[in-house]
């Protein structure tokens, strides 16, 4: 009995030490359940255009339930919470991550994200890996895509068969940067149009495969020219200034305009410094390399291969392009008189093929 009274007095002298611990915890407990109705009401997503927008929670005072309550409703709104709002703040942060390891910088990423004309962030994604798949680093697939943001609307399919088909050109490992500064259409221009100029320099020029390569990766410009001016080029530098394939790729002659062609070439050929290489491709005097007459700039050009004056330059220059006109005039009056005796002919036929029927 003695023992029991004990634990009676003990029991009763624990009860106000109990309150009193209680009482010095409900504080944490309020704070705690203020601060996780806060978090609550600050989960927040990013949409498409970067906006941010706070969702909507319940108040505070919704909170104050038992823990078992607590954790339901929590789990609750945590699976409410997994809207195409958040899915796509969850997609924008997959594919900044996946820019940032490419090698992407912040600015960079944030232009790229403000360009899109339209596409969605997995298409965007996707065609920028397909540029650092064939080889681009992250400053030049930034530079091509500010300079020519359509290129983000293309099919993915596309922009992969696309890819395979410059790789079967020798046009991927960083060899496209040059190609897509020069002419980023090559991915949206037709198939059938890169058909023809490739065929073009391999069987009417008679370019090599390696030789082909090398052109759309100097001088890409080709991609986009009229197949009859690319071909009279070419055989301009071969037959009147007798210059062989391997000096026509590596000097880049295709790449300049006809115009520049002819006044630099006719202007060197008058001063006599040029002179047509002969069936044996001797001259009797020796010519200048090609590189030396287009790859400089004009003054340059003057002064150590014409060794001739602005001036006299300017005039010749407008000497030749009436020339041209007058040569051009001649042409079409020729044509038409051809085309006019052709009809007298076919007219006097008639007549005589009515004289026979009478």
């Given at each position: 009995?003695?023992?029991?009274?004990?634990?009676?007095?003990?029991?009763?002298?624990?009860?106000?030490?109990?309150?009193?611990?209680?009482?010095?915890?409900?504080?944490?407990?309020?704070?705690?359940?203020?601060?996780?109705?806060?978090?609550?009401?600050?989960?927040?997503?990013?949409?498409?255009?970067?906006?941010?927008?706070?969702?909507?929670?319940?108040?505070?005072?919704?909170?104050?339930?038992?823990?078992?309550?607590?954790?339901?409703?929590?789990?609750?709104?945590?699976?409410?919470?997994?809207?195409?709002?958040?899915?796509?703040?969850?997609?924008?942060?997959?594919?900044?991550?996946?820019?940032?390891?490419?090698?992407?910088?912040?600015?960079?990423?944030?232009?790229?994200?403000?360009?899109?004309?339209?596409?969605?962030?997995?298409?965007?994604?996707?065609?920028?890996?397909?540029?650092?798949?064939?080889?681009?680093?992250?400053?030049?697939?930034?530079?091509?895509?500010?300079?020519?943001?359509?290129?983000?609307?293309?099919?993915?399919?596309?922009?992969?068969?696309?890819?395979?088909?410059?790789?079967?050109?020798?046009?991927?490992?960083?060899?496209?940067?040059?190609?897509?500064?020069?002419?980023?259409?090559?991915?949206?221009?037709?198939?059938?149009?890169?058909?023809?100029?490739?065929?073009?320099?391999?069987?009417?020029?008679?370019?090599?495969?390696?030789?082909?390569?090398?052109?759309?990766?100097?001088?890409?410009?080709?991609?986009?020219?009229?197949?009859?001016?690319?071909?009279?080029?070419?055989?301009?530098?071969?037959?009147?200034?007798?210059?062989?394939?391997?000096?026509?790729?590596?000097?880049?002659?295709?790449?300049?305009?006809?115009?520049?062609?002819?006044?630099?070439?006719?202007?060197?050929?008058?001063?006599?410094?040029?002179?047509?290489?002969?069936?044996?491709?001797?001259?009797?005097?020796?010519?200048?390399?090609?590189?030396?007459?287009?790859?400089?700039?004009?003054?340059?050009?003057?002064?150590?291969?014409?060794?001739?004056?602005?001036e006299e330059f300017e005039v010749f220059k407008k000497l030749l392009a009436r020339e041209e006109e007058e040569s051009d005039s001649s042409t079409s009056d020729d044509k038409r008189a051809s085309l006019d005796e052709d009809e007298d002919e076919d007219d006097e036929e008639d007549d005589e093929a009515e004289d026979d029927d009478e």
């Amino acid at each position: 009995m003695a023992a029991l009274g004990r634990q009676v007095l003990d029991w009763h002298r624990l009860i106000p030490l109990t309150w009193a611990w209680m009482a010095r915890q409900t504080p944490h407990l309020g704070e705690q359940r203020r601060m996780t109705a806060s978090l609550l009401r600050k989960l927040t997503t990013a949409s498409n255009g970067g906006v941010t927008e706070e969702l909507s929670c319940v108040r505070s005072n919704n909170y104050v339930q038992e823990p078992e309550c607590r954790r339901n409703r929590v789990q609750c709104l945590l699976e409410k919470q997994r809207t195409p709002v958040e899915q796509g703040s969850l997609e924008l942060e997959r594919v900044i991550s996946s820019l940032l390891d490419m090698g992407f910088s912040n600015a960079h990423i944030n232009e790229l994200l403000s360009i899109r004309p339209g596409a969605s962030l997995q298409q965007l994604l996707d065609i920028i890996s397909e540029f650092i798949l064939l080889g681009l680093n992250p400053e030049p697939v930034y530079v091509v895509l500010k300079k020519s943001p359509q290129l983000l609307k293309l099919p993915i399919m596309q922009m992969r068969k696309r890819s395979s088909y410059l790789r079967k050109l020798g046009l991927g490992e960083g060899k496209l940067k040059r190609v897509l500064y020069c002419c980023p259409e090559i991915f949206t221009m037709r198939q059938q149009d890169i058909n023809d100029t490739v065929r073009l320099l391999k069987e009417k020029c008679l370019f090599t495969a390696q030789q082909v390569t090398k052109i759309l990766h100097s001088c890409p410009s080709v991609l986009r020219e009229d197949l009859g001016q690319l071909e009279y080029k070419f055989q301009y530098a071969y037959f009147r200034m007798g210059v062989k394939h391997p000096d026509i790729v590596k000097s880049e002659y295709l790449q300049y305009s006809l115009t520049k062609i002819k006044q630099r070439h006719i202007y060197l050929e008058r001063l006599g410094r040029y002179q047509t290489p002969d069936k044996k491709g001797q001259t009797q005097i020796p010519n200048p390399l090609v590189k030396d007459i287009f790859r400089v700039s004009e003054a340059e050009f003057l002064a150590r291969t014409a060794c001739s004056s602005v001036e006299e330059f300017e005039v010749f220059k407008k000497l030749l392009a009436r020339e041209e006109e007058e040569s051009d005039s001649s042409t079409s009056d020729d044509k038409r008189a051809s085309l006019d005796e052709d009809e007298d002919e076919d007219d006097e036929e008639d007549d005589e093929a009515e004289d026979d029927d009478e």
